[in-house]
């Protein structure tokens, strides 16, 4: 018999796992008094694991990873709190998992068998797992196996890295692939703590998001042990297994990457160590020990991700003049936004990626100098412009969009991240920032190690900023910010000089001045950026082999430079850069640099032909997120064609 609903509530109140925002394992650093305001259970549309009955407080990983049979192997045993005392069954995710055993035990006990039944899968969600619960069982032990097509595992063949000699595994589990590799309770409502035994072929070493034993040791015998002594959320359990070295790059910082790579990666970080201290100063002490960076091989199909302790690159932010660092500064703060305070769910998502988004602009400000910081914004704000031009249905323009029975890894538009930023830094500019700056430390404070919803937020923005400075900015005009599609009137557009030089530069370039007499020597990957994007639609041949003659952007070692010149290209049918585009294709992974390139090629019939010409040819060696979505950019263009 389920408990009534206000018994649950109480149940989960006393026992101190619900305060509407609040997931429920000890922090180990001093948690804060939970939020007083009344609770309501939260429902994650993209989970099926019954967390109002169960919590997961410790999960224990022992496997082995086999690269001839593409598989992970190996038991997952979770430490539960049972919350509610009545239930008799544990629900968890999964998705093409292959299951072989499921054992439970009391606290201290032996295992035995328990009967358990994997349910239809459902295409975004996955299979639950239902497994019978005694009365008395606190853990669960499962004996399963991944699918070598595992939507968050890449595993590389030795081609696809740097050195060509060893192949490479890694994770991604954001948003919901952790239950492609590991049976768990899927949804960042829950946070644990982990172990993990990793065994691996002799000679590769393991990493993961926890503390690395061996940080520089010379051991490589395939035999790794990781402790995650924090509660964290599940999409940020990462994994990844490669020929790496590691090299310092302050005493809390350093790089790990392949031999090949990691000099000029210890080189282009060298200013982490600094983010760091810049970030503790103004958001509070950092809770996580070591912050170091794994470069992944170039399919990795992001720019990063915040995997806590280790975060996860792409090595196309290597350019060689430390210009893409704001990546850094972008992972490094999502220690405070996303990892100390969740996302409740992938609905809430702005609160990890705005709150960063904000916070990358502030460090990159307080370090670079505000010239730089305005760059970023601009940058952002001018992306922004162009997607919600985009975006066909209204709520994903907006920053409460309702993601259930859909992908979240498809809310990841710059809505999220440069809406939100925008929201944040127009409450900077109404309260100032010496004012925001403190108030922003008090939700991290006040939230650490907790997940909060949209809602949380905002009764927190009222309580504390809003209702202590009357007239400043209207409880109406926050709402404005969170439900319209729009952006509000008096937003604060970011204003860059650096950009406006550029738009002098490109008005002079298109009536007709040399390369030479531009003066772009100076210019960051950023100004590149921004010449190339607003450059008019109406270009002739004439004008696109005059361009790339000038700057050579075919062959630009710079990937973020070359993408958006092959968006040019494609958009103006410019063929004879299109065996180079095809080599960029092929060469790089990272969805931002692909994604708008097969966009623009769909727009017409004979790009589309090419796209899905090249796409088949790319897509082995593209990782599964990066597959799905081009795949949607191509389905989506034969369902609609183009006029
Ligand atoms: N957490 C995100 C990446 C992500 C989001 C993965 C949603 C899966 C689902 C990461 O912090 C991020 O935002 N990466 C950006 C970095 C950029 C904004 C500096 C990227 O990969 O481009
Ligand atoms: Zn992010």
């Known amino acids: 018999m389920a408990l009534s609903r206000s018994a649950l509530l109480a149940s989960l109140m006393s026992a101190g796992l619900l305060s509407a ?17 009344a609770a309501e259970p939260i429902v994650d549309p993209h989970s099926h694991a019954n967390t109002e009955a169960f919590r997961t407080q410790l999960l224990r990983l022992d496997l082995t990873v086999d690269f001839d049979a593409r598989r992970l192997r190996g038991t997952a045993e979770l430490d539960l709190a049972r919350i509610d005392g009545a239930a008799d069954t544990l629900v968890l995710d999964t998705r093409d998992l292959r299951i072989d055993r499921v054992e439970v035990a009391e606290r201290e006990g032996a295992y035995v068998a328990t009967d358990y039944e994997l349910g239809a899968a459902d295409p975004v969600l996955g299979s639950p797992l239902r497994i019978r619960m ?40 954001q948003a919901i ?32 998001s926890a503390e690395n034993a061996i940080a520089d040791a010379d051991t490589r015998d395939g035999d790794y042990q990781f402790s995650m002594p924090q509660p964290i959320p599940s999409y940020l359990i990462a994994l990844a297994v490669g020929n790496l070295r590691f090299q310092a790059t302050g005493r809390r910082t350093g790089v790990y ?20 201290e810049r970030c503790e100063a103004i958001f509070g002490p950092y809770r996580w020990g070591r912050y170091d960076l794994l470069i992944l091989p170039p399919s990795f199909p992001y720019g990063g991700m915040e995997n806590p302790r280790l975060t996860f690159a792409s090595p196309t932010v290597i350019t060689g003049d430390r210009s893409l660092v704001s990546l850094v500064a972008h992972e490094l703060a999502h220690s405070w936004s996303g990892n100390l305070v969740t996302n409740a769910t992938w609905n809430d998502f702005w609160l990890n990626e705005g709150f960063t988004t904000h916070l ?93 919803r949209t809602g949380d937020f905002l009764a927190y923005l009222e309580r504390e900023l809003l209702a202590r400075h009357p007239g400043v900015v209207s409880r109406a005009k926050v709402d404005e ?26 008005d002079e370039w298109l009536g007709g001045a040399t390369a030479a007499s531009l003066q772009t020597a100076q210019w960051s990957t950023r100004q590149w950026q921004y010449f190339l994007d607003r450059m008019p639609d109406t270009l002739d041949d004439a004008a696109m082999a005059r361009l790339d003659a000038a700057f050579d952007f075919s062959d630009s070692p710079n990937a973020i430079i070359a993408s958006r010149w092959f968006r040019l290209v494609a958009r103006h049918q410019y063929r004879k850069a299109y065996p180079a585009m095809q080599r960029h294709l092929e060469s790089v992974g990272r969805m931002l640099l692909i994604n708008p390139v097969y966009r623009e090629l769909a727009a017409t019939p004979e790009g589309l032909e090419l796209a899905q010409a090249v796409f088949a040819g790319a897509r082995d060696g593209y990782h599964p997120i990066a597959r799905d979505a081009v795949e949607k950019i191509l389905d989506r263009a034969v369902a609609t064609p183009a006029p």
């Open 257 to 276: 990457a392949e031999p090949e790579v990691v000099k000029a990666a210890a080189w282009e970080f060298a200013d982490t160590e600094n983010m760091l």
């Open 134 to 173: 005694p009365a008395a069982a606190a853990r669960v032990r499962i004996t399963y196996q991944t699918s070598p097509k595992a939507s968050g595992l890449q595993w590389l063949t030795p081609s696809q890295t740097a050195g060509k000699a060893h192949p490479f595994l890694f994770t991604q589990s």
């Open 177 to 208: 692939h952790a239950r492609s590799w590991i049976p768990l309770q899927d949804t960042p409502l829950v946070r644990t703590a982990y172990q993990a035994r990793i065994r691996t072929p002799k000679g590769l070493l393991a990493v993961m």
């Open 481 to 506: 910010w969170i439900h319209s599609p729009e952006i509000p009137d008096d937003a604060v557009w970011p204003q860059s000089d650096a950009f406006d030089r550029v738009d002098r530069s490109r």
């Open 360 to 452: 990358t602009n502030r460090i990159m400000e307080e370090i670079y100098g505000p010239a730089r910081g305005n760059e970023e914004r601009a940058i952002g704000a001018n992306d922004l412009k162009d997607t919600l031009e985009l975006l066909e249905i209204p709520s994903d323009r907006t920053l409460t969009p309702d993601l259930a029975g859909r992908d979240p890894d498809d809310n990841v538009t710059d809505v999220p991240y440069e809406k939100g930023a925008l929201f944040l830094a127009y409450l900077e500019a109404k309260f100032g920032r010496a004012e925001f700056d403190a108030f922003l430390r008090g939700w991290f404070d006040s939230h650490a190690f907790r997940s909060a």
């Open 21 to 37: 925002c609040c997931t429920p394992a000890p922090a180990p650093t001093p948690a804060a008094p939970p939020e007083t305001h």
